[in-house]
């Protein structure tokens, strides 16, 4: 039992006292008081000023979510945001901006970290306040290195080195990954901090996945997991899609896609962002062909429901706003399709993050990593030298 | 950094000094030794009569597989598997039966737990040895539990509380899972231990397959991840599969599938196992038709590496023995189909563990969690309290 796990009992944000923790874990009152003397010289529990029910008030212990600070971003095709949360997520601040990924990472990560530097101001918090950094991108991440591999809409990117470019400004963990992973982890940060099975479907120009599966992420061997778009659907069969293969499912399902087969209906639709607009003011043609992309959806999603079994599926990006009619299509096929044991507990529904998702889930991410046991002995270790010396 | 820490980096087998485990940890000598001290009173660890250079022997410690064993059991629809191994998954004994799962729990765990004291005997290992016992069924399980849910084909077995029975016998953990699960730990167990995201795929009379993902075994939400065989598949959906449903893989893919088309192209086929000798004769419509089945196997495949993303894939279970007859269908779709980043790396290759991935794939559960860090972090402690009474 080490202070970690220590830690970890009291991260829901609880207060306790050392009894109920010595209780809990069956340590000795030393041991347990040795494990917090270490967290609170961390700073990552304090004691908690709870009601004396008379006599001697009893001695509580509580996380301390702001402790320190986490960044972080969400890099798009053509926006940024970028929020400052506390330990525990909450958010202390956020900014937008219009900003191309095209324009390269020097710009983009100066935006990045000049950001960071006005949203800690804000906040009243010093630098040495800031933990880590969570980033993410618009493309495939290779998540051990931090650099984006081959990503289709990023030039300048490839292999760009991300975490050694935002370290020069800030010394510290900088984590990155791709934006579907980080809305996953946002969505279930934010709504689903139980759920331990959850996929993020976004639906946008393209269509990809987050999976979470056993808790954890799921990346895969390339980092390539979660690829939905380009799986083969056989209505699709004749559609070349923009990889140069056919029957992919992004090339009938995404928003792309939905606004050619609204126009083929003789509707007129001046660009792919008027699709939900038109769906959402009841146009019945714009509601059928966004109802068909929910069961090619479906399709897909029910092989996906076989294969890994999650308990939620959420479905994001810019489509979400059509609401039940894509939903409706989904759940048609997925509950006829998929087994009755892994339908029987299954919730499709849309996103609660919404937007925020991707800035909520990098944030998870760094808060992840600062609050992993491993990172959390390694300063423990660091603090016991300090005190030692 | 814990006992189990240290344990960790002596696990691969490779003896190491004092010296050297303080050199890769960072700790101090006094450290090392402390944790080692705990790892040798519980017999994890040893030292090692290595070869000296001349002066004073080096100190050598190592990894010791052999201070316990675990009893791995892999029961089929039909037949029962039995072994002994040590704690790095070496067989020290094992034994095969023909045995009807249907004859019900009663019966069939009488057979396991008068095997196993037969495997101590013969092995020289008193009782106190066992330090586990893992169990694999041909049915869904609930895997916190022990228990099969609603298994198609075990009559008496349902919600049958399967660790409470054998532990009457035998008081150590009993970890049980579905077969395709333990087929999985196996192959990865026995030849693919560097591998982390890994999907073995039994084809015999269902289909099914074992997820492992991040190097963690991934059961999703009802544990029912992994279930390939009733995938939709287009070519199939004029057929009614015996679940009730039409187009499902394993209705056209499947070994009593094959059976019937072989037959339907005019050849003689006794019983579903005379498939693969047929294909091994070189009989032309026999092998026309297992390579037609690779390909359906291959259109679900190439799904499932755009979802998961694994490095190697490998084809279990009877049809197996098919060898290149049904690999050739399956790369064929599954390179054509999947993204180029997912199949770049990617191995698809038929079982090497074969009929022994699920028994020494049972062992490794047990050995997974008899060397997982907490159950070493509690030995410890327990063993301490011994040493200080």
């Known amino acids: 039992m080490r202070a970690s796990d220590v830690f970890d009992l009291l991260r829901d944000g609880e207060p306790r006292t050392r009894a109920q923790l010595a209780e809990v874990t069956g340590l000795a009152r030393s041991t347990i008081s040795a494990r917090l003397d ?7 529990v304090v004691p908690y000023g709870g ?8 001695s509580l212990i509580a996380f301390n979510p702001g402790a320190r600070v986490v960044a972080g971003i969400d890099l798009g095709a053509t926006h940024a945001s970028a929020a400052l949360a506390d330990l525990d997520g909450r958010i202390l601040g956020d900014r937008w901006a219009q900003l191309d990924i095209a324009a390269g990472p020097e710009h983009v990560l100066s935006w990045v970290e ?3 530097a006005a949203l800690l101001t804000e ?4 630098r040495t306040d800031l933990a880590a950094i969570g980033i993410g991108l618009p493309g495939p991440v290779e998540h051990d290195t931090g650099r984006a591999i081959n990503p289709p809409i990023m030039p300048g990117w ?6 050694g470019r935002v370290q020069r400004s800030y010394d510290v ?5 791709n934006d579907v992973n980080i809305m996953a982890l946002g969505e279930q940060h934010a709504h689903l901090r139980d759920v331990d099975d959850l996929v993020f479907i976004k639906i946008g120009t393209g269509i990809g996945a987050g999976i979470i599966s056993g808790g954890a992420l799921q990346r895969g061997a390339q980092g390539t997991a979660g690829d939905l778009g380009h799986v083969f659907l056989p209505r699709g069969a004749e559609v070349t899609c923009r990889c140069g293969n056919q029957g992919c499912l992004e090339a009938v399902a995404a928003v792309p896609a939905l606004a050619t087969a609204i126009r083929g209906a003789g509707v007129e639709v001046a660009e792919d962002h008027d699709v939900v607009p038109l769906v959402r003011s009841g146009n019945a043609q714009a509601i059928q062909v966004v109802r068909q992309s929910g069961r090619d959806l479906g399709e897909v999603l029910a092989t996906l429901v076989n294969l890994i079994n999650p308990s939620v599926i959420v479905i994001g990006g810019a489509l979400a706003g059509a609401g039940e009619s ?9 509950y006829r399709r998929s087994l009755p044991l892994a339908t029987q507990n299954l ?9 925020r998702a991707g800035v909520i889930g990098a944030a998870a991410l760094a808060i992840g990593h600062v609050l992993s046991p491993d990172s959390i002995e390694r300063a423990v270790e660091v603090s016991g030298l300090a005190v030692a010396e």
């Open 123 to 126: 906040s009243g918090r010093p």
């Open 326 to 334: 894509v939903l409706a299509g989904i759940r048609e096929i997925v």
């Open 51 to 58: 009601v004396s029910t008379g006599g001697r008030p009893p």
């Open 173 to 177: 963990p900088v984590l990155v990954d």
């Open 158 to 163: 490839d292999r760009y080195d991300v975490p």
């Open 114 to 116: 000049e950001t960071i």
């Open 38 to 44: 270490a967290l609170v010289r961390l700073g990552l």
């Open 347 to 355: 919730h499709i529904t849309t996103s609660q993050a919404g937007q």
